[in-house]
């Protein structure tokens, strides 16, 4: 089954800038993925999924890359705010072709 | 638009004792999960149901068992409580199961066991 490793735990970014979460993964058969943001005291909210035929999609000051020939996934924040902090998880599925498989998350800080 | 409700929001139990966690979701989705959620270890999988009455296991289902008495509704029961155990119990729901289904995650239960 997949397994998906996340980094960098911690990310504090200013104001402005842009924040970029990297998660690799060991099954090059693996066809979907998606990232979650997880506000404090809250669930997690899905921000965007990607299918492995897809390289970049870009959504709403959120970029996506896939590099399957690496086996790695990026979430880039583009002019982070402070809305944007919170702790971001990358995931993928599991050995149950249900449910998913979650990275470690990434605690993001956003500061003026 | 949809919502997922968990209840309690707050458990806190004794070492031993059976508690029940519950989750409702108006998405009308067939597939719920229960996921436990600790700090450093991110989340991982205990029971899911693909439809009404189905209970299927996940990585982590020993210690405890579950119930989909709805399609609405599935619940969680820690069915011996550890000491000083915390974690946050995280239901979730999709619309079809399998690797391409996205999911909405509820906004938790915080277990702690004195």
Redesign the interface.
């Known amino acids: 089954g997949e397994q998906v490793e996340q980094r960098p735990p911690h990310l504090s970014v200013r104001e402005g800038d842009s924040a970029i979460i990297i998660c690799t993964y060991t099954d090059s058969a693996?066809?979907?993925f998606?990232w979650?943001k997880q506000e404090a005291?809250?669930?997690?909210?899905?921000l965007m999924?990607v299918?492995s035929n897809v390289d970049r999609k870009e959504e709403q000051g959120l970029t996506v890359l896939l590099n399957k020939k690496d086996k790695r996934l990026s979430l880039n924040l583009t002019a982070a705010h402070p809305g944007d902090s919170a702790v971001y998880?990358c995931a993928g599925?599991?050995?149950?072709?249900?449910?998913?498989t979650?990275?470690?998350?990434t605690r993001v800080s956003v500061f003026p | 638009g949809g919502i997922?409700t968990q209840t309690p929001k707050f458990l806190i139990g004794q070492e031993g004792q059976k508690l029940t966690l519950k989750c409702q979701q108006n998405f009308n989705h067939d597939?719920m999960?229960w996921?436990r959620q600790d700090s450093?270890?991110?989340?991982r999988?205990i029971y899911?149901s693909?439809t009404e009455n189905d209970l299927?296991k996940?990585?982590l289902s020993e210690g405890y068992d579950a119930s989909r008495e709805k399609k609405s509704s599935f619940s969680l029961t820690v069915t011996s409580a550890q000491k000083n155990e915390m974690a946050v119990f995280?239901c979730?729901s999709s619309i079809r199961?399998?690797?391409?289904?996205?999911?909405?995650?509820?906004?938790?239960t915080r277990l702690t066991v004195l």
């Open positions: 693996t066809a979907y998606s979650y005291g809250a669930g997690l909210q899905l999924s299918l998880f599925p599991n050995n149950y072709a249900q449910g998913l979650f990275g470690l998350g | 997922i597939t999960y996921y450093g270890k991110g989340l999988l899911y693909i299927q996940g990585d995280l979730a199961g399998g690797n391409y289904a996205e999911q909405f995650f509820g906004p938790g």
